[in-house]
């Protein structure tokens, strides 16, 4: 059985950075695409970022674009979000997830069936 889990969130200032990162455990990991969503309070959850795990292309949402980078370690099966420029609208429980079969539709949560529990991040204005 597959697991995800998320670390690195935490308070930052708006403007600072952080880095989360994604484990997975489980002998039967295998994704083609790993992604970031993210839900703030009273929201839904939303499409942050993905990569193709083979190829590590990035895909990413528009008010990720250009902040934030995706990136995957697949010797140590671990998938990271650095983001910067941190805005206080950033504020979210930011969760990762794994996709078994290859999509086009990488930003629809109903792609990824394996999601970690999730870790909060606090921008400050």
């Known amino acids: 059985q597959v697991q995800l889990a998320e670390s690195g969130g935490g308070l930052v200032e708006a403007g600072g950075s952080l880095r989360l990162s994604c484990a997975a455990s489980?002998?039967?990991?295998?994704?083609?695409?790993m992604g970031w969503f993210r839900q703030a309070p009273g929201k839904e959850r939303e499409f942050v970022a993905a990569?193709?795990?083979?190829?590590?292309?990035?895909y990413y949402s528009d008010s990720a674009k250009s902040r934030f980078v995706i990136t995957r370690d697949t010797g140590n099966k671990t998938t990271d979000l650095q983001m910067n420029s941190l805005k206080p609208e950033d504020t979210a429980v930011y969760y990762c997830?794994?996709?078994?079969?290859?999509?086009?539709?990488?930003?629809?949560?109903?792609?990824?069936?394996?999601w970690g529990q999730g870790t909060q991040v606090t921008v400050s204005s």
């Open positions: 997830a794994a996709a078994p079969l290859y999509s086009t539709q990488f930003t629809s949560e109903s792609t990824y069936k394996t």
């Open positions: 990569i193709r795990w083979n190829s590590g292309i990035g």
């Open positions: 489980g002998r039967t990991f295998a994704a083609i695409t």
